[in-house]
């Protein structure tokens, strides 16, 4: 069973500080990892996505990928209240389906 | 920016009916897929979809569902019979090319409530 394991927080962090999410997966063959952010009751909305080891940046957000030790993190610089919201880590092993794990729940805290 | 339509945004019917979830996928895209969220729970994959017919389907998507692109703009999942533990959100979403290589977005969703 393939699996996308995330810490489901609360995550609480200060308003302007670094936050940090993590995510782990057990398919050694995932080739594709995504981080989406849902609010509550909304769909999942597009964050990130990475497919190299190493770091990708795009503004307030960096998505780093350490494929030897089955790890995806997602770190948000200057958090604001609005990044308040569940995120999802979702990984995608090669064929039509996508993983998604249960989420971290972010709380920013002006 | 393209988006996903979904609609209805809530369907309430009662146990034992067949419910219709449609979708209008992003124009360009070649890749259609079916989620689910139960409340508090995970997105779950349900099915993917390519050049007309099933590319890959979970374990949920049994003979109960069923999904069909009846033209070249609408992606619909038929639920038959319905059951009290259908009730969830169900998520369109749509990718340009397949979903290694390319992000899926998604639609607002369609929340479904069987009484």
């Known amino acids: 069973q393939k699996e996308v394991e995330q810490n489901s927080g609360p995550l609480s962090v200060p308003e302007g500080a670094i936050a940090s999410l993590n995510c782990t997966y057990s398919?050694?063959?995932?080739?594709?990892f995504f981080w989406y952010r849902q609010y509550s009751g909304k769909s999942p909305e597009l964050i990130m996505f990475?497919?190299?080891?190493g770091d990708k940046e795009d503004g307030r957000f960096t998505a780093q990928l350490n494929k030897a030790s089955q790890y995806v993190s997602l770190l948000i610089r200057d958090s604001q209240p609005s990044d308040s919201a569940t995120y999802l880590c979702?990984?995608?092993?090669?064929?039509?389906?996508?993983?998604f794990g249960a989420g971290t729940r972010l709380f920013v805290k002006a | 920016e393209p988006e996903v339509t979904q609609t209805p945004s809530h369907q309430v019917t009662q146990m034992g009916q067949e419910v219709i979830l449609r979708c209008v996928p992003i124009?360009?895209?070649?890749?259609f897929y079916w989620y689910r969220q139960i409340l508090g729970q995970k997105v779950e994959f349900l099915v993917s979809?390519?050049?007309?017919?099933?590319?890959?389907k979970s374990e949920i998507f049994d003979d109960q569902f069923s999904v069909e692109r009846p033209d070249g703009s609408n992606f619909t999942l038929k639920i038959r019979s319905t059951k009290l533990e259908d009730s969830a959100m169900y998520f369109c979403?749509?990718?340009?090319?397949?979903?290694?290589?390319?992000?899926?977005?998604f639609g607002d969703g369609t929340r479904l409530s069987i009484l």
């Open positions: 398919d050694r063959g995932s080739q594709s």
């Open positions: 124009s360009n895209h070649l890749y």
């Open positions: 979809f390519y050049n007309n017919e099933i590319s890959e």
């Open positions: 979403a749509s990718s340009e090319e397949v979903p290694g290589s390319q992000p899926q977005h």
């Open positions: 990475i497919y190299s080891n």
């Open positions: 979702a990984v995608n092993t090669g064929g039509f389906k996508t993983i």
